[in-house]
Protein backbone atom coordinates (compact mmCIF):
# COMPACT_ATOMS: atom_id res chain seq x y z
CA UNK A 1 0.00 0.00 0.00
CA UNK A 2 1.18 3.40 -1.06
CA UNK A 3 2.48 5.62 2.46
CA UNK A 4 0.23 8.32 0.96
CA UNK A 5 -3.40 6.45 1.13
CA UNK A 6 -4.92 6.96 4.46
CA UNK A 7 -5.54 3.53 6.18
CA UNK A 8 -7.45 3.86 9.42
CA UNK A 9 -6.51 6.24 12.27
CA UNK A 10 -2.91 7.01 10.29
CA UNK A 11 -2.61 10.93 9.22
CA UNK A 12 -1.95 11.64 5.61
CA UNK A 13 1.02 13.03 4.04
CA UNK A 14 0.66 14.43 0.74
CA UNK A 15 3.05 14.14 -1.86
CA UNK A 16 5.38 16.97 -3.20
CA UNK A 17 7.37 19.09 -0.76
CA UNK A 18 8.71 22.38 -0.29
CA UNK A 19 12.28 23.10 1.09
CA UNK A 20 14.31 26.10 1.61
CA UNK A 21 18.04 25.63 1.98
CA UNK A 22 18.98 28.66 3.81
CA UNK A 23 22.76 30.05 5.40
CA UNK A 24 20.89 30.39 8.54
CA UNK A 25 18.12 28.12 8.27
CA UNK A 26 17.09 24.51 6.63
CA UNK A 27 13.25 24.42 6.50
CA UNK A 28 11.03 21.97 5.22
CA UNK A 29 6.85 22.63 4.34
CA UNK A 30 4.35 19.77 3.65
CA UNK A 31 0.91 18.95 3.57
CA UNK A 32 -0.70 16.67 5.94
CA UNK A 33 -4.53 16.22 6.65
CA UNK A 34 -4.61 19.08 4.17
CA UNK A 35 -2.77 21.01 6.88
CA UNK A 36 0.38 22.58 6.32
CA UNK A 37 3.50 21.40 8.55
CA UNK A 38 6.73 23.46 8.57
CA UNK A 39 10.20 21.67 10.27
CA UNK A 40 13.23 23.30 10.70
CA UNK A 41 16.67 23.25 11.62
CA UNK A 42 19.34 25.33 12.37
CA UNK A 43 22.09 25.22 9.37
CA UNK A 44 25.23 24.24 11.73
CA UNK A 45 27.51 21.97 13.53
CA UNK A 46 30.15 21.90 15.97
CA UNK A 47 33.00 19.99 16.35
CA UNK A 48 33.42 17.94 19.54
CA UNK A 49 36.27 14.87 20.76
CA UNK A 50 35.26 11.67 21.01
CA UNK A 51 37.23 10.83 23.98
CA UNK A 52 35.05 13.70 25.97
CA UNK A 53 31.78 12.34 24.84
CA UNK A 54 31.02 9.23 24.10
CA UNK A 55 28.22 8.30 21.28
CA UNK A 56 26.36 6.56 23.74
CA UNK A 57 25.58 9.90 26.00
CA UNK A 58 24.22 11.71 22.52
CA UNK A 59 22.38 8.54 21.69
CA UNK A 60 20.30 8.70 25.19
CA UNK A 61 19.93 12.56 25.06
CA UNK A 62 18.78 12.04 20.98
CA UNK A 63 21.19 14.34 19.94
CA UNK A 64 22.07 15.02 15.93
CA UNK A 65 25.54 13.90 15.42
CA UNK A 66 27.30 12.76 12.85
CA UNK A 67 30.32 10.41 13.76
CA UNK A 68 33.53 10.75 11.02
CA UNK A 69 37.04 9.36 11.85
CA UNK A 70 38.11 10.44 15.49
CA UNK A 71 35.41 13.28 15.62
CA UNK A 72 32.08 13.32 16.10
CA UNK A 73 29.72 16.62 14.81
CA UNK A 74 26.62 17.72 16.64
CA UNK A 75 24.30 19.29 13.98
CA UNK A 76 21.55 21.59 13.99
CA UNK A 77 20.22 23.40 16.89
CA UNK A 78 21.78 21.04 19.50
CA UNK A 79 25.15 22.96 18.02
CA UNK A 80 24.51 25.96 18.96
CA UNK A 81 23.92 24.53 22.28
CA UNK A 82 27.30 23.09 22.67
CA UNK A 83 28.91 25.99 21.23
CA UNK A 84 27.36 27.98 23.70
CA UNK A 85 28.40 26.01 26.31
CA UNK A 86 32.01 25.64 25.15
CA UNK A 87 32.10 29.48 24.34
CA UNK A 88 33.00 28.36 21.54
CA UNK A 89 31.43 29.76 17.26
CA UNK A 90 28.97 27.09 15.79
CA UNK A 91 30.71 25.74 11.81
CA UNK A 92 27.89 26.68 9.17
CA UNK A 93 27.69 24.13 5.44
CA UNK A 94 26.68 27.56 3.70
CA UNK A 95 28.36 30.73 3.62
CA UNK A 96 26.09 33.66 2.09
CA UNK A 97 23.77 31.87 0.65
CA UNK A 98 25.45 28.46 -1.16
CA UNK A 99 27.76 25.99 0.03
CA UNK A 100 30.62 27.11 1.85
CA UNK A 101 34.03 26.76 -0.28
CA UNK A 102 36.06 26.73 2.72
CA UNK A 103 34.33 24.21 4.85
CA UNK A 104 35.17 20.37 4.16
CA UNK A 105 32.41 18.62 5.96
CA UNK A 106 30.22 20.64 4.44
CA UNK A 107 28.28 17.40 2.52
CA UNK A 108 27.70 15.11 4.95
CA UNK A 109 26.05 18.11 7.14
CA UNK A 110 23.89 19.39 4.69
CA UNK A 111 22.96 15.55 3.78
CA UNK A 112 21.74 15.23 7.60
CA UNK A 113 20.04 18.10 8.53
CA UNK A 114 18.22 17.78 4.92
CA UNK A 115 17.01 14.40 6.08
CA UNK A 116 16.13 15.39 9.56
CA UNK A 117 13.55 18.08 7.94
CA UNK A 118 12.43 16.48 4.97
CA UNK A 119 12.32 12.79 6.49
CA UNK A 120 11.67 10.55 3.97
CA UNK A 121 9.17 10.27 0.89
CA UNK A 122 5.67 9.18 0.70
CA UNK A 123 7.11 7.26 -2.46
CA UNK A 124 10.23 6.91 -3.88
CA UNK A 125 10.78 10.01 -6.90
CA UNK A 126 8.29 12.28 -4.75
CA UNK A 127 8.78 15.83 -5.94
CA UNK A 128 10.56 18.15 -3.89
CA UNK A 129 11.11 22.06 -5.02
CA UNK A 130 14.20 23.25 -2.96
CA UNK A 131 15.04 26.97 -2.80
CA UNK A 132 18.21 28.54 -4.35
CA UNK A 133 19.50 32.09 -4.57
CA UNK A 134 19.35 33.85 -7.67
CA UNK A 135 22.73 35.16 -9.21
CA UNK A 136 24.05 37.88 -7.23
CA UNK A 137 25.14 41.06 -8.39
CA UNK A 138 27.95 41.81 -5.87
CA UNK A 139 29.68 38.46 -5.40
CA UNK A 140 31.74 35.54 -7.78
CA UNK A 141 29.82 33.26 -5.92
CA UNK A 142 29.02 29.34 -7.29
CA UNK A 143 25.41 29.39 -7.29
CA UNK A 144 25.55 26.35 -10.21
CA UNK A 145 27.97 23.84 -8.24
CA UNK A 146 25.29 24.69 -4.98
CA UNK A 147 22.18 23.64 -6.97
CA UNK A 148 23.65 20.64 -8.32
CA UNK A 149 25.28 19.23 -5.23
CA UNK A 150 21.98 20.01 -3.10
CA UNK A 151 19.73 17.73 -6.24
CA UNK A 152 22.21 15.33 -5.74
CA UNK A 153 21.62 15.19 -1.94
CA UNK A 154 17.92 15.34 -2.24
CA UNK A 155 18.61 12.67 -4.74
CA UNK A 156 20.17 10.33 -2.49
CA UNK A 157 17.48 10.96 0.07
CA UNK A 158 14.70 9.72 -2.39
CA UNK A 159 13.07 12.73 -3.74
CA UNK A 160 13.02 14.03 -7.11
CA UNK A 161 14.66 17.50 -7.00
CA UNK A 162 13.35 20.53 -8.61
CA UNK A 163 14.70 24.33 -7.89
CA UNK A 164 12.85 27.43 -7.43
CA UNK A 165 14.08 30.80 -7.17
CA UNK A 166 13.93 31.98 -3.28
CA UNK A 167 12.20 35.37 -4.35
CA UNK A 168 10.05 33.83 -6.37
CA UNK A 169 8.76 31.42 -4.08
CA UNK A 170 7.85 34.00 -2.12
CA UNK A 171 5.57 35.32 -4.57
CA UNK A 172 3.71 32.00 -5.14
CA UNK A 173 3.23 31.74 -1.34
CA UNK A 174 1.93 35.32 -0.52
CA UNK A 175 0.64 37.28 -4.13
CA UNK A 176 -2.22 34.50 -5.18
CA UNK A 177 -4.58 36.95 -4.71
CA UNK A 178 -2.61 39.94 -6.29
CA UNK A 179 -2.20 37.48 -9.63
CA UNK A 180 1.28 36.49 -9.09
CA UNK A 181 1.72 39.71 -9.61
CA UNK A 182 4.87 41.91 -7.73
CA UNK A 183 8.23 42.19 -6.03
CA UNK A 184 9.13 39.23 -3.49
CA UNK A 185 12.10 40.38 -1.28
CA UNK A 186 13.32 37.62 1.15
CA UNK A 187 16.05 38.98 3.80
CA UNK A 188 17.89 36.02 4.87
CA UNK A 189 20.91 35.58 7.21
CA UNK A 190 23.72 35.41 4.20
CA UNK A 191 22.05 36.96 1.17
CA UNK A 192 18.68 39.23 0.22
CA UNK A 193 17.10 37.42 -2.67
CA UNK A 194 14.61 39.25 -5.18
CA UNK A 195 11.73 38.20 -7.85
CA UNK A 196 9.96 40.43 -9.69
CA UNK A 197 6.92 38.60 -11.75
CA UNK A 198 4.05 39.76 -13.75
CA UNK A 199 1.17 37.12 -13.96
CA UNK A 200 3.05 34.78 -12.23
CA UNK A 201 5.97 35.21 -15.02
CA UNK A 202 9.49 35.81 -13.70
CA UNK A 203 10.72 39.19 -14.90
CA UNK A 204 13.51 39.72 -12.61
CA UNK A 205 15.62 37.61 -10.61
CA UNK A 206 18.84 38.76 -8.76
CA UNK A 207 20.95 38.23 -4.87
CA UNK A 208 23.28 40.22 -3.25
CA UNK A 209 25.67 38.67 -0.93
CA UNK A 210 24.80 40.42 2.21
CA UNK A 211 22.03 39.65 4.74
CA UNK A 212 21.63 39.03 8.51
CA UNK A 213 25.31 38.21 9.07
CA UNK A 214 26.71 41.05 7.51
CA UNK A 215 24.53 43.50 9.89
CA UNK A 216 25.80 41.22 12.97
CA UNK A 217 29.49 41.30 11.81
CA UNK A 218 29.80 45.23 11.00
CA UNK A 219 27.39 46.14 14.17
CA UNK A 220 30.15 43.95 16.12
CA UNK A 221 33.34 44.94 14.62
CA UNK A 222 32.22 48.89 15.39
CA UNK A 223 31.43 48.47 18.99
CA UNK A 224 34.12 45.73 19.55
CA UNK A 225 31.32 43.40 20.83
CA UNK A 226 31.21 39.69 19.75
CA UNK A 227 28.95 38.98 17.17
CA UNK A 228 26.91 36.40 19.37
CA UNK A 229 26.14 39.18 21.93
CA UNK A 230 25.20 41.30 18.55
CA UNK A 231 22.89 38.96 17.12
CA UNK A 232 21.39 37.76 20.34
CA UNK A 233 20.19 41.43 20.85
CA UNK A 234 18.86 42.17 17.48
CA UNK A 235 17.06 38.73 17.68
CA UNK A 236 15.46 39.45 20.80
CA UNK A 237 15.11 43.17 21.69
CA UNK A 238 15.23 45.69 18.42
CA UNK A 239 12.37 47.61 17.58
CA UNK A 240 13.87 49.99 14.22
CA UNK A 241 10.24 52.02 15.60
CA UNK A 242 12.42 52.92 18.55
CA UNK A 243 14.75 55.84 17.46
CA UNK A 244 15.09 56.86 21.46
CA UNK A 245 17.29 55.54 24.35
CA UNK A 246 19.09 53.37 22.52
CA UNK A 247 22.01 51.43 23.29
CA UNK A 248 25.15 51.51 21.65
CA UNK A 249 24.19 47.97 19.82
CA UNK A 250 20.78 48.71 19.23
CA UNK A 251 22.12 51.52 17.53
CA UNK A 252 24.63 50.05 15.21
CA UNK A 253 22.08 47.21 14.73
CA UNK A 254 19.96 50.22 13.53
CA UNK A 255 22.30 52.06 11.20
CA UNK A 256 23.50 48.94 10.06
CA UNK A 257 19.44 47.77 9.19
CA UNK A 258 19.16 51.52 7.45
CA UNK A 259 22.71 50.34 5.11
CA UNK A 260 21.28 46.88 4.28
CA UNK A 261 17.88 48.28 2.97
CA UNK A 262 19.35 51.20 1.03
CA UNK A 263 21.71 49.02 -0.62
CA UNK A 264 19.24 46.69 -1.83
CA UNK A 265 17.40 49.63 -3.16
CA UNK A 266 19.58 51.07 -5.06
CA UNK A 267 20.77 47.87 -6.91
CA UNK A 268 16.57 47.21 -7.01
CA UNK A 269 16.51 51.01 -8.96
CA UNK A 270 19.44 50.13 -10.73
CA UNK A 271 17.78 46.84 -12.59
CA UNK A 272 14.05 48.35 -13.04
CA UNK A 273 15.50 50.92 -15.02
CA UNK A 274 17.03 48.93 -17.37
CA UNK A 275 15.43 49.53 -20.79
CA UNK A 276 14.23 46.14 -21.43
CA UNK A 277 11.98 46.19 -18.09
CA UNK A 278 8.27 45.72 -19.24
CA UNK A 279 6.08 49.01 -18.32
CA UNK A 280 3.35 48.14 -15.99
CA UNK A 281 0.32 50.38 -15.86
CA UNK A 282 -0.75 49.02 -12.13
CA UNK A 283 1.05 49.92 -8.99
CA UNK A 284 3.02 47.39 -7.91
CA UNK A 285 3.03 44.97 -4.50
CA UNK A 286 5.93 44.41 -2.81
CA UNK A 287 6.28 41.71 0.01
CA UNK A 288 8.77 41.34 2.38
CA UNK A 289 10.16 38.05 4.45
CA UNK A 290 13.21 36.13 5.89
CA UNK A 291 14.45 36.11 9.26
CA UNK A 292 16.07 39.78 8.74
CA UNK A 293 12.34 41.35 8.42
CA UNK A 294 11.40 40.47 11.52
CA UNK A 295 12.34 43.38 14.28
CA UNK A 296 9.13 45.48 14.59
CA UNK A 297 9.23 48.41 12.63
CA UNK A 298 10.95 46.71 9.33
CA UNK A 299 8.28 47.11 7.13
CA UNK A 300 7.91 51.12 7.85
CA UNK A 301 11.44 51.29 7.73
CA UNK A 302 11.86 49.75 4.44
CA UNK A 303 8.88 51.77 3.27
CA UNK A 304 10.29 55.01 4.10
CA UNK A 305 13.51 54.56 2.70
CA UNK A 306 11.91 53.53 -0.31
CA UNK A 307 9.94 56.94 -0.18
CA UNK A 308 12.67 58.90 -0.54
CA UNK A 309 14.49 57.07 -3.03
CA UNK A 310 13.30 58.14 -5.94
CA UNK A 311 11.86 54.79 -7.60
CA UNK A 312 11.65 54.22 -10.74
CA UNK A 313 7.98 52.51 -10.57
CA UNK A 314 4.80 53.32 -8.88
CA UNK A 315 4.76 51.09 -5.82
CA UNK A 316 1.11 49.93 -4.24
CA UNK A 317 1.21 48.15 -1.10
CA UNK A 318 4.53 46.99 0.81
CA UNK A 319 3.28 44.15 3.23
CA UNK A 320 4.98 41.88 5.45
CA UNK A 321 4.62 37.87 4.59
CA UNK A 322 1.93 36.51 6.63
CA UNK A 323 4.71 33.64 8.48
CA UNK A 324 8.17 35.74 7.38
CA UNK A 325 10.12 32.74 8.27
CA UNK A 326 8.48 29.85 6.22
CA UNK A 327 6.92 32.08 3.43
CA UNK A 328 9.59 30.40 0.84
CA UNK A 329 9.30 27.20 1.90
CA UNK A 330 5.51 27.00 1.97
CA UNK A 331 5.97 28.43 -1.83
CA UNK A 332 8.12 25.93 -2.59
CA UNK A 333 5.45 24.04 -1.37
CA UNK A 334 2.95 25.61 -3.76
CA UNK A 335 4.90 24.29 -6.45
CA UNK A 336 5.68 21.20 -5.66
CA UNK A 337 2.09 20.22 -5.22
CA UNK A 338 0.81 21.65 -8.52
CA UNK A 339 3.28 19.61 -10.22
CA UNK A 340 2.83 16.25 -8.30
CA UNK A 341 -1.12 16.70 -9.17
CA UNK A 342 0.25 16.41 -12.84
CA UNK A 343 2.74 13.61 -12.60
N1 LIG B 1 13.63 38.06 15.57
C1 LIG B 1 14.61 38.36 14.72
N2 LIG B 1 14.98 39.64 14.51
C2 LIG B 1 15.98 39.96 13.66
N3 LIG B 1 16.68 39.06 12.96
C3 LIG B 1 16.35 37.77 13.12
C4 LIG B 1 15.33 37.34 14.01
N4 LIG B 1 15.26 35.99 13.96
C5 LIG B 1 16.21 35.60 13.08
N5 LIG B 1 16.86 36.66 12.58
C6 LIG B 1 17.97 36.67 11.62
O1 LIG B 1 17.50 36.18 10.39
C7 LIG B 1 18.57 35.58 9.68
C8 LIG B 1 18.11 34.24 9.18
O2 LIG B 1 17.01 34.45 8.35
P1 LIG B 1 16.47 33.35 7.35
O3 LIG B 1 16.10 32.13 8.10
O4 LIG B 1 15.45 33.99 6.49
O5 LIG B 1 17.81 33.08 6.51
P2 LIG B 1 18.23 31.89 5.57
O6 LIG B 1 17.11 31.58 4.66
O7 LIG B 1 18.73 30.76 6.40
O8 LIG B 1 19.46 32.53 4.79
P3 LIG B 1 19.66 32.96 3.26
O9 LIG B 1 18.32 33.04 2.59
O10 LIG B 1 20.32 34.29 3.33
O11 LIG B 1 20.56 31.92 2.67
C9 LIG B 1 19.76 35.51 10.64
O12 LIG B 1 20.65 36.57 10.33
C10 LIG B 1 19.11 35.74 11.99
O13 LIG B 1 20.00 36.38 12.92
MG1 LIG C 1 16.49 32.37 2.87
Known sequence: MDKSEKKNNESKIQ?????????????????????????????????????????????THKIKYIAKDKELYVVGDDALEFASIFRKETRRPLSRGVISPTEKKAFPMIQLLIKSVIGEPVKQGEIA????????LDADLNVVYHRDIIAELLRNTGYKPKEI???????????????????GISFGGGMVNVSFAYKSIPILNFSLAKGGDWIDHYAAKALNEPTSTVTRIKETMLDLDN???????????????????????????????????????????????????????FTGRFKSILERSNFPIAVGEIISAANPVNAVSNGALVAALSDSENQ
Open 15 to 59: CGKGIDIGTAFIKCAYKEDNKVIYKKQRNAFFEIDQSDYSKNILD
Open 243 to 297: IKELSSIESALSIFYNHLIEYLIEHLKQQLSKDDMPMIEKPITIVLAGGTSLPKG
Open 165 to 183: KEGYALILSELAERDFTGI
Open 129 to 136: YYSVPADP
